[in-house]
Structure formats: structure tokens, C-alpha cells
């Protein structure tokens, strides 16, 4: 579980939802990790996954929260997209890293369409660390499963379908998900 910064609700907007699972999959392709679940609040994040290589826990979340605040606060800020420097093991990826860059510019136009130039958003920060939980066995495994399906009703954000579009129950976001 990842937390925005005093929750400030960053994710009711749909642009920043979209922006988050894009970088979930790019992140899943750096780090490569096992994806289980996973669902976007408007002040929050769950996932189940599971190191797959070279990558701890810790190194997984501080990649997606820094890439994250890098390119939501790209949209934010009036800087411009610019290129991020790719250490040797992530050359491989420069053209994934280059085509996330074209969409992010694509967002902070929509943004900027949408807010105008002079909106008041907050720049985009994580609260410090994330909650994290060791899975023991199956039931625990469908346990927090379930737990992250059923997040939006806990938190009264499921009014209609569209409730779970930004969860791992939406079959648009099959690509993403692992195997269990």
C-alpha cells in the first residue's frame, strides 16, 4: 500500500490513474516483478506482487512512487518533459522509455486543456515509505486478494461498473497481470 501525501486526492483524477498503471507497466518491465492485483484509490494504491530477479520489494515500490511523482509532477509543473538518464541495465528499454515520454506530454496537454494554466494542484508527493505485507501461504494470498477487489467498497468509491476500472478486475488491464 502506497499513500499520496496528506491523501491528497491526486487520483479522482482519470488522467493520473491512467498515468499510474502506465507506469506500473513500465516499471513491471524494468523491475520485473509478478503482478497479482491491484487497485487505484483516490488517495492510495494496493498492489500484490512478487519480486521476480534481481529486485527486492523496496527497490519495486521506490521505482513505481519515483517514477510516478516524476511524470505526474512533469504534467503538474510547467517544466517540460525531458529525457531520464538510463543506466546501462535499462538501455534495452530506451524506446519503451521514449514512447512513455511522448505519452506524458500527451497528458500534461490534456491537462492543461482541461485545468487551463492556472489550476492549483498541489506537486505530487508519496507519503514516506509504504505498508508492506509477507504473504504465508494460499489463504493468505487470496486473503489480500480479496482485500484488494473489495478496497473501493471500504472506501466508498464504488458507485457504479466504472468503480473498478482502475483495478486489477478490469479485463482491459489483463496485459498487466501474472498468473497465480
Known sequence: ???TEKRWPYFE???FCELFLENLKLCKKLK???LYGFIVIPDHVHLLLKPGGKFNISEIIHAIKRHFS????????????GQPRLHDEYKKFANIINNNDREIRQYKKLF????GKDFDWPIFRWQ???HDHVIRNEKDFYKHLNYIAMNCVKHNVCEDEESYKWSF???EFNFLMDNF
Not at 516524476?70 to 518533459?81: D, K, P, Q, T, Y
Open 13 to 15: 483524477e482519470k488522467l
Open 128 to 130: 514516506q515509505s509504504f
Open 169 to 171: 478486475l478490469n479485463k
Open 1 to 3: 500500500t502506497a499513500v
Open 32 to 34: 520485473e516483478f509478478l
Open 70 to 81: 516524476r511524470n505526474a509532477n512533469l504534467i503538474i509543473s510547467e517544466g517540460e518533459v
Open 112 to 115: 492543461i486543456k482541461k485545468y
